[in-house]
C-alpha cells in the first residue's frame, strides 16, 4: 500500500468526471498535481490545494502516481507518448493508470512499453457518469500486474465502490467494452418505454417509479430517464464519447469475428443525433431521436 506521505498523485484531464476524481484524492489528505489542457475547469481544485502543472511532462517528472482520464485514444495517445508524454518522463518505479476508456491494444502498447522503462501500467476504465465520479461510486475495471493492481487498490477504494481486477493488460478496457455494449441497446429500450408512455397518455413519472424498480431497472432508467423528463440533457456523459466507445467495440466485436446488430443500431443512432448537433450532449439525449 502507498502511504500518503509518499504518494504524489498526479492528474490528467480534470472534465466532467476527472475533476471530481481528482477531488475526492485531495480530500482524502494526497498532494495532487493536475494538469488539463484548459486550465480554468481546475480551478476548483487548485482552490482546495492541488497544485498546477503545465504539461504532462511536468505532471510525470513531479509525481509517482499518474492517472489519465482524458478524452479519445488520441488523446491517450498523445499524453503517453508525445513529446511532452508521460513515458519518457516518469520516475522509475512510478504507477501510470489509464482510467480513459479507450483501446485494448493501446492498452497493451503502454503497459508494454511502460514495463520497459521499470513503469508499472494499469489500464482502468471506469463506469458510473458524472454521478458515480461526485459520490465516489463508480465502477472500476483494471487490466495489468495483479502485484501493481493490489498496490493502487487503496487508491480506486477513494473512486469507486466497485473495483475488479480483470486480468493482463487490456482486460480493463475489453471489460469497459462489454459495458458499453449492454448500455447501448439498453438506452434505446429506456428512451422508447418512456415515449411509448407520453404517447399512451400516461404520466411517465409514474411508470418510472413502477418499471424501474422490476425486471426492467437499469442504472440508465433509474438515472437518466427523469433527466430526459425534466428537459436536462447536460452531459454526465458526452455523445461524442460514447459514439467513440461504441466505434472501439465494434472494431474489436469484428476482429473476434463477432456480429453486434444491437451495438451497431445504437451506434447508427447516435450518429444521426451527433451529426444534428446533440455530440456535446448527455447519451440521455436519444430521447431526442424520438422527439425532433
Not at 517528472?61 to 488520441?74: D, H
Request: glycine share 10%; hydrophobic share 40%; aromatic share 8%.
Amino acid at each position: 500500500m502507498l502511504s500518503k506521505e509518499d504518494t504524489v498523485i498526479g492528474f490528467i484531464g480534470t472534465g466532467v468526471m476527472g475533476k471530481s476524481m481528482a477531488m475526492h484524492f485531495l480530500q482524502a489528505g494526497f498532494s495532487v498535481i493536475a494538469y488539463n489542457r484548459t486550465k480554468e475547469k481546475a480551478n476548483e481544485l487548485f482552490e482546495k490545494g492541488a497544485s498546477w502543472a503545465s504539461t504532462p511532462k511536468e505532471v510525470a517528472q513531479q509525481s509517482n502516481v499518474i492517472i489519465t482520464m482524458v478524452g479519445f485514444p488520441k488523446d491517450v495517445e498523445e499524453v503517453y507518448f508525445g513529446e511532452q508524454g508521460i513515458i519518457e518522463h516518469a520516475k522509475r518505479g512510478s504507477y501510470v493508470i489509464d482510467m480513459t476508456t479507450s483501446n485494448p491494444t493501446l492498452a497493451k502498447k503502454i503497459y508494454d512499453v511502460a514495463k520497459k522503462k521499470g513503469i508499472y501500467a494499469l489500464d482502468a476504465p471506469v463506469s458510473g457518469g458524472d454521478i458515480g465520479a461526485k459520490e465516489a461510486r463508480l465502477s472500476i475495471m483494471v487490466g495489468g500486474d495483479v502485484e501493481a493492481f493490489q498496490k493502487i487498490e487503496p487508491l480506486f477504494q477513494i473512486l469507486g465502490t466497485n473495483t475488479v481486477y480483470q486480468g493482463n493488460a487490456g482486460a480493463g478496457q475489453h471489460t469497459k467494452m462489454c459495458n458499453q455494449i449492454a448500455i447501448a441497446s439498453n438506452m434505446i429500450g429506456v428512451c422508447e418505454a418512456i415515449v411509448y408512455a407520453e404517447k399512451a397518455g400516461l404520466d411517465p413519472e409514474k411508470v418510472l417509479e413502477s418499471i424501474s424498480s422490476g425486471a426492467a431497472g437499469s442504472w440508465s432508467l433509474s438515472n437518466l430517464a427523469p433527466r430526459m423528463l425534466a428537459g436536462n440533457f447536460e452531459p454526465g456523459f458526452y455523445i461524442k464519447h460514447f459514439i467513440k466507445d461504441m466505434n472501439i467495440a465494434l472494431q474489436e466485436a469484428e476482429a473476434m469475428g463477432m456480429d453486434t446488430p444491437g451495438l451497431a443500431l445504437a451506434k447508427n443512432m447516435y450518429d444521426r443525433l451527433a451529426q444534428s448537433g446533440e455530440e456535446n450532449s448527455g447519451t440521455q439525449a436519444l430521447y431526442k431521436y424520438w422527439k425532433d
